[in-house]
């Protein structure tokens, strides 16, 4: 079955850096896009990052462009997040989620979750 | 970016009550609209893609509907598994955006 399993979380200050990883297993992880999404403490879902197959595209929302940076290493079925510029309202569990397609195109959805991992970000 | 507006935010029903629930596009998205459930402490679940499919397992109970900008999700019948938060996220084109959830609590 599908599991995908994320670590690299916990504490961090303001303005430092944090990589997350997903461990992905199950299925054949290099012919599926993957995603980031987050969840800030009492609050609803918000889409972070996705990434196709190859890594050769990658997408984000407007509140983590040009500070996280999604990868992926096909050869080691693991998904990155490197979130740098880390500000408090970054604070959130972190999912890793497959996507139902190799590529990112229309139509895109989120099949299966990672149970997540707590990221915070204070002083 | 494309909005996503549910409504309403939270709502009370009893089993066996319909239940529906709006989402709303602040721009055309064609039927490129998902539905997801998380219950309190889990992980989300994908229930209905391209606005009308039913996820494999989902029970029929559920349903969606819509094209364009406005969509919704009905429970035909409420069960006390099915309270929850449901969500909805448009897949037109990124950034995919999520609405803000709609919370089923029990009446």
């Known amino acids: 079955q599908v599991q995908l399993v994320e670590s690299g979380g916990g504490v961090v200050q303001p303005g430092r850096s944090l990589r997350l990883s997903c461990a992905a297993s199950?299925?054949?992880?290099?012919?599926?896009?993957m995603h980031w999404v987050r969840q800030a403490p009492g609050k609803g879902l918000e889409w972070v990052a996705i990434?196709?197959?190859?890594?050769?595209?990658?997408y984000y929302a407007d509140s983590v462009k040009g500070r996280f940076t999604i990868s992926r290493d096909n050869s080691k079925n693991t998904l990155y997040l490197q979130m740098n510029s880390l500000r408090a309202e970054d604070t959130a569990v972190y999912y890793c989620?497959?996507?139902?397609?190799?590529?990112?195109?229309?139509?895109?959805?989120?099949?299966?979750w990672g149970q997540g991992i707590l990221v915070t970000v204070s002083s | 970016d494309i909005q996503m507006t549910q409504s309403p935010s939270s709502l009370s029903a009893s089993v066996g009550d319909r239940v529906t629930i709006t989402c709303r596009a602040s721009?055309?998205?064609?039927?490129?609209l998902n539905w997801y459930q998380q219950k309190p402490g889990k992980v989300p679940k994908l229930l209905i893609y391209?606005?009308?499919t039913l996820q494999s397992g989902v029970p029929s109970r559920f349903s969606g509907s819509g094209s364009g900008t406005d969509f919704t999700l009905t429970i035909s019948s409420l069960q006390p598994e099915d309270f929850a938060t449901y969500y909805c996220?448009?897949?037109?084109?990124?950034?995919?955006?999520f609405g803000g959830g709609t919370k089923v609590e029990i009446k």
């Open positions: 989620a497959k996507a139902n397609r190799i590529t990112v195109t229309k139509g895109i959805h989120i099949e299966y």
């Open positions: 199950g299925f054949t992880f290099s012919t599926y896009a």
């Open positions: 990434i196709s197959y190859d890594g050769s595209d990658g």
């Open positions: 721009q055309t998205i064609d039927t490129f």
């Open positions: 391209v606005a009308s």
């Open positions: 996220q448009q897949s037109f084109n990124t950034p995919l955006t």
